[in-house]
């Protein structure tokens, strides 16, 4: 073979390749959208990350060797409404017509923000009537959604959400930092699109 057949197949392979794996790109904008259930073999425990930020921060593990009951620190005080929806529940329901995202969780919990630079409260529905307001902002960031939160207590959430499996399974790093707790909690949650 020649040089230049070999150079000519090669480069020819090269842009098939390349034309394939393009197109197997998905665009978050538009296939975030959907129904999603977690996977819980992909994704942390949450009682376990809450668990190692505490013992972080200096504090205790409160479960015991024989109180290892599912979603042990799930709860609290109304302003952590927001802390254990994204950590907790194992159903989101995403709606997406830009700028606008609305965030569905279980029990009818909402949030609704923007990728444009405005900030929109989420609402906790009606169990607090007083105190301020949690609130979210979000940005896309090349192949990326990051979302900033700010729960009523004065902390913050940043959860960043990327698509896998070709827009088939959806992945949320988590980092959660309630203002009581010294350090934050680093989670990871792995969701699969409902079908």
Same mark, same amino acid.
């Given at each position: @073979? ?13 842009? *098939? %390749? ?6 197997? &790109?998905?665009?978050? /904008?538009? $296939?975030? $959208?959907?129904?999603?259930? !977690? #996977? ?22 409160? /479960?015991?060797?024989?109180?290892? +009951? ?31 995202? +609305? %965030? ?16 929109? /409260?989420?609402? $906790?529905?009606? %169990? ?27 902390? %913050?959430? !940043? &959860?960043?959400?990327?698509?896998? #499996? ?5 992945? !949320?790093? @988590?980092? !959660?930092?309630?203002?009581?707790? +010294? &350090?934050?909690?680093?989670? *990871?949650? *792995? ?5």
């Amino acid at each position: @073979m020649s040089q230049a057949w070999k150079f000519s197949a090669t480069l020819l392979l090269s842009l *098939v %390749f390349g034309l394939h794996s393009w197109a197997q &790109e998905i665009d978050i /904008r538009s $296939a975030i $959208a959907g129904s999603w259930v !977690i #996977n819980d073999e992909l994704s942390d425990n949450s009682d376990d990350q809450v668990a190692a930020a505490i013992e972080a921060g200096g504090g205790r593990d409160s /479960r015991g060797f024989f109180n290892r +009951r599912e979603d042990y620190y799930r709860g609290g005080p109304p302003e952590h409404a927001l802390y254990d929806r994204i950590s907790y529940d194992d159903v989101l329901q995403i709606e997406h017509q830009d700028p606008e995202l +609305r %965030f569905s969780y279980e029990d009818g919990y909402r949030r609704v923000f923007h990728t444009d630079g405005r900030r929109r /409260r989420s609402t $906790a529905n009606d %169990f607090y009537s007083e105190g301020g307001q949690d609130w979210t902002s979000a940005n896309w960031e090349g192949d990326s959604l990051i979302v900033e939160g700010r729960p009523r207590d004065g902390g %913050f959430t !940043i &959860e960043t959400y990327t698509l896998e #499996n070709d827009g088939a399974r959806l992945r !949320i790093e @988590m980092l !959660i930092q309630p203002d009581s707790f +010294r &350090e934050a909690i680093e989670l *990871v949650r *792995v969701f699969d699109r409902r079908q």
